[in-house]
């Protein structure tokens, strides 16, 4: 795969955006859009520097980083106080400087801050880092230029709008170029789109004559001074309009003669184009950049709980001003003599109203600032995880999974809907060749000694090719007598292989001598050809009148009289050749419900068992083709050739005519035998099917393939079975009749729901037409919905999306198959608007982006389809069944280290903030903090932070082995419990609980008390030392109690912390600091003089055992009375964990016999057209053959 | 990357670290029914004992407190009055201590109502002078930073200008015609800290000169460095009752100390039972701000003052931890009982 001309994209870590393009807001992209909107059309001429300059298109280089050296600090210190925590603190920080409300030093709400940001710019700069050098990287790419009529060798970023170009085979589209011409015949271009839309296969792009004129010569190429008018930049990327004007004569362009950026020459030496689009204006890069903004459920209730937190803090302030201004009227008006207080006085609202603002700067600490940094850096954390992981690294790739995205990673614990695709995803998207019946006769299946089918594993002994120069290596069979009746001579079998080796529209390319690269349309075909290859009957190459073949290592030549192409309606292809020896034969492969109509009925006897064979293969989940042959005389082929060539030069409905031209040759042909090909299933995926049912994970599949094909697939992996009371298949053409079948299926799935009276039809009716949520309904046993593109199409309208969606939530696998790429995301939306859950898609093409733009998390497997989906996912890796892994561990662990977190975090401010609260009442709502200052600074980000980040890094309840072997245990995530806002309610009246007992035990153990030397401590430095000692125990106590898995680092950060708090505070308040900055560090002495009183050490114990025990109370009731599944479920796992663990049970794959699968085409017309009017033949075919078979031309 | 490409692995395969495979050797608690109870048990128990440790030892102490505000109603009134700032006014109390109290005896003057605690009374205070360093900064002390005249106020600050003036004696009575003096001291009521390094006069070899060009402070009768006559050591920032004051209390109602008994003669093994007066020159007035002011006698333990709230608080915790200990055993009994007899 070419991935190296999109290294940009290739960034690591992305800070919110997917796509580095994303938020450039003052990079030249956002420069080149502007200026795009005003460009109303494009006007350039080759070779003519001065006049494209006037128009100041953009250069090829880009930019994707963000800053430069100088612009760092300004922009982004203003993206970060675009944040709405950044600029509460910077609001915080103005109130702060107003000495009539200042309640706190400045450094308070500084040092925090200064932390916060600079942590968030750092990790901006590493990112800018990497962008400058992918940037750097692609920019100076080597590209040939055609200057002054010399061709020179120029980097990238120095291509302009204008200039031609020269491409050689395999390099990368450098910019979006008109191609001029090329080394192949009319100016014809391979190009591979795989990074621009993920289709592997090749496609062509031709040239205009007026331009293949010029060839290679440079003169001529030099003096081109063609000009070209087209759209403005744009990113449609099967679209293009323009026109060119050369020499006086305007020629139409369109995307046919367009070679665009990303795109990759193959199959042409070399060829040359004039740059239309660069840099940014390209179609890659305009398409890069609408990306939307993920955010995760979490993120959401946060924002909410944030609000609340934030009326919370409002109501705390205001009973405070309002309690201040009473105790103004009761006592401070008379403490004045002690503390006058003129200027308060003259209004008693303004005293009021200040301290409001005093109140809100000290309790500002309930909304933490360092909340969404800690939650960023966990994300991260869990993000790492998932790239490092072994288990999730696909060693024939070399690739290992890779978190696009690192702010979704707990919602891959909370997933509900999984789309995928089909082909690539499930499968493999490689056919194998392993079965077929020729002449009654079945081969492939491998046979022990006592005549006991055998299961081929590794080990099982292949075929020998050797004798074969031209056999593939990598084609593998194993029933022997297959080849020793090649070797025998048996002549069906000979004309089996002949008919595979030429009926079919692949294309070869001979690298070297023997090493013959085939180019498919279709896999399955490259699957047949490749059989027949190894079988000895090599297909070597073709001309638009002959098929080279050599068969058994003799070269014979077949001349190439017609190809009846394939199409949806006839589902089979054949091809009339002649042989060397004169004999005239149509060789046809097709679905064998069609072929069996078309057979002689001399074939009855042979049909009938090779149907036997066909129900054997299909049983085994294989896709089949029946193979036919009919010979011809002379006579009959001329008349039929004269028919044909009518048809297909006719105007109207050549389509129509030509098939029914082909259904006159199709007949009375002999059936020599069917093929079976395998869609090899990736690895494990019934396997990781099965297990995510298991954790209530509902699979959707959306496909572009067939019916067949996917309903094929969806039973190869367990997803639709025999046992299923039924299975729907909705193929109706239109909106009424889906409708009803719709409502039969529902009807039928949950008997009543279709009257008045059903709760949940009711529900609907009653319900507003928008944004409501669907109740989930249980259907009365385990049903399939198969529902095809037309059908979809109709059922996805407004009237019927719900019904659609009732009845697929009730079923237990649904399957879409012909689907658009806008369908699937229409599918997925429809979920996402009527259902409160996330989802997710997973997909390799270019055609699942839509969808896995549109799902909560996209996933892209980097596989055989081009990087596309990959560039546009969140997460990527190579096999679909590591989504076990990413959902049931990583997902799994992210959310519950996520929601530990938060309920840590919520409450653990909300007891440091609140005893301010109480604190309050008894220091005559003055706004006096209750701790040391410097403890408000550090409380956060230093003395709690590590032993919580720990917890979260490392936590794990079970491993990853329990995780997979019990999916139960992913459920809570689905449903929310662990974070929502009744457990954040419990937390805050938990916190509320505890600031309580932080404030009122030591008011109780210091009222009227003193040092066992007779002197102070009920003074406000030891009150608050005692106070804020005891909340930073109570504090890691609670994460101590909160972690389940205690690595060394969990010990040395929590210890490790208490350490720290006691030894930064005997240096904050020793002699030395405190001496130094008298005003700053008060506290001098405190810590020595309080921490040797042992009430102030049994105080601390008592407010920490107070804070603990009711938590404990409860737990171990919940867990005895109250026990949810999960903890079930753990309870049944420590148990088991005495054992070792026993391996996983294998997912029998069962399979049935009555389905039939039938397709081994490309999906759309083949290349059939091309290869017959030659266009795409290189004029040095080998071996030519005689002018006299013009009958066909 | 060299060691990966000689072992033969792909070069983008992740370390196999026991960190980064998330495989970290670590220890699972695993709470059980037996080792939640037994460690509800264990913590009761030690709370009881500690409680009913920590309640003896509180009952041993030995307090009388006596608030004076009403008693000496005469001083209260005159005080209200800020045009009689200069009069003297004094107070005898008699009292009985009915018990001895043995041991150290310490005096403490207790103010209610009055909040040390205000935030702005309690910024309200200069560190840096009071190190000595440089007196006429007056800065953070306002409302009380300069004489009208502009001449800086040393001690500066709403602390140092309120401070508890009065000036108590306790005199015995062995019997009714005899009264002698208890011997008070007033050396060793701070903390070491504050008299030693928080706490330093200016560098002068005469306190007086060093403190010129400053004025006292509004409500002060005499200057700083006139604080106690008696003592010349005891003068300046240096002063003990200064001190003491300006260790500012956490909560309105305080109590502070002001000497400790001198334990010679007769009073060597504390205050014998017996007859006692104080003599108080009442200076400070708290009727204005409808506080209360009062002397308490104290012995006191290795828990520190007269203060029950521990011990209690301590016996009750230890009860109810055995309280929820009992019942949650109980229920996880009739639940495991419950279990074994659906598995029979």
Redesign the interface.
Known sequence: MQVSGMPLLKVPFKKQTKVVFEDDESGPNTRALTRARKEQERHLQANNKEFNEKFEYVNNAIRTSKYNFFTFLPLNLFEQFQRVANAYFLFLLVLQLIPQVS?LSWYTTVVPLVLVLSMTGVKDAIDDMYRHESDKQLNNQPVLVLVNGMIKEEKWMNIKVGDIIKLQNNDSVTADVLLLSSSEPCSLTYIETAELDGETNLKVRQALTVTSNLGDNLEKLNTFKGEVRCEPPNNKLDEFKGILIYENEKYPLDNEKMLLRGCTIRNTDWCYGLVIYAGHDTKLMQNSGKTIFKRTNIDHLMNVLVFWIFLFLAGMCCILAIGHGIWDNQ??Y?????????EKFSAPGVSTFLIFW?YLIILNTVVPISLYVSVEIIRLGNSF?I?????M?Y?PY???AQAHTTTLNEELGQIQYVFSDKTGTLTQNIMVFIKCSINGRSYGDVYDMTGQKMEITEETEKVDFSYNKLADPKFSFYDKSLAEAVKKGDIMVHLFFLSLSLCHTVMSEEKEEGELVYQAQSPDEEALVTAARNFGFVFHSRTSETITVIEMGVTKVYKLLAILDFNNVRKRMSVIVQTPKGKVILFCKGADTIIWELLHSTCRFLQDVTMEHLDEFAGDGLRTLAVAFRELDEETFQRWSRKHYEASISLEDREEKLGLVYEEIEKDMMLLGATAIEDKLQDGVPETITILSKANINLWVLTGDKQETAVNIAYACNMLSDDMDDVFIINAKDSSMVLQELRSARNKMKPGSLLETDPVTAFLTRAKRKNFIMPEEVATGSFGLVINGHSLAHALEKNMEVELLRIACMCKSVICCRVTPLQKAQVVELVKKYKQVVTLAIGDGANDVSMIKAAHIGVGLSGQEGMQAVLASDFSFAQFRFLQRLLLVHGR?SYLRMCKFLRYFFYKNFAFTLVHFWYGF???F???TIYDEWFIAFYNLVYTSLPVLAMTL?D?DV??LWSLRFPELYEPGQYNLYFNKKEFVKCIIYGIYSSLVLFF?P??????????????????????LIVQTSLLVVATVQVGLET???????QFFIWGSLILYFSLMFLLYS?GL??LF??TF?F??TA??SLI???VW??IL?TV??CV?PV??YR??QM??LPTKVDKVLRKI?ECMKYPLPPPPRVRLRRTSSRRSAYAFAHQYGFGALITSGKNMKSRAKFGFGDNFSSYK | MKSRKSRGL???????TAF???????????LT?RT?LSG?FT?GAF?LG?GIL?ILSAKSIKEIEITYTDICSNCSKLREN?SNFYKECNCSIHFIIPEKMPG?V?M?YKLH??????????M?R???Q??GEDITNV??CA?FQRTSNGIPIVPCG?IA??MFNDTILLSYYPNSSTRINVPLLSSD??????KH??FQNPKSSNLSSAFAGTAKPPYWRKPIYQLDQENPENNGFLNSDFI?WM???????????YR?IHRIQQFADGLPAGNYSFDIAYNF?VT???GEKGIVL?T????????F??GI??TV?GA??WL?AFS?MA??LK?KKKQESLQH
Not at chain 2, 113 to 122: G, K
């Open positions: 309640s006592k401070g008379y403490f004045q003599i002690y503390l006058p207080q003129k005093s995880y790239n490092w992981d072994r288990k690294f060693i070399n690739t290992p662990w008894f220091s005559g003055s706004a006096q490392f794990q491993n990853d035990v008011y109780g153990s210091t009222y009227n008390s003193v040092q066992s030397s007779g002197k102070d401590i009920s003074d406000y430095q030891s009150f608050a389940a898995y205690w690595t060394t680092v969990n002699d405190c001496l008298p005003h008060r001098l002495g020595r003089n009183q042992p009430q049994l105080t008592l055992v107070l025990l404990a109370v171990f009731l005895e009375l420590h | 792909p070069s983008k395969m992740p370390d196999n980064k495979q998330q495989q970290l050797p670590a220890w699972r608690p695993h029914p939640v509800f913590t709370f500690m920590l800020a150290n310490y403490y109502n009055f909040y040390q605690n205000y935030h702005q009374y309690i309200s200069n560190n840096r009071l190190l800065e953070n409302p709403a200008n309120s009521i701070t903390w070491w800290t504050d390094v928080k003491v260790r500012a209390a956490a909560l309105p109602t305080f109590k502070k100390l400790r007035p204005v701000f409808k104290s006191v333990t290795w828990s520190g003052g007269k203060n709230f521990l608080a301590y915790t109810m931890t929820a949650m229920v996880h639940l």
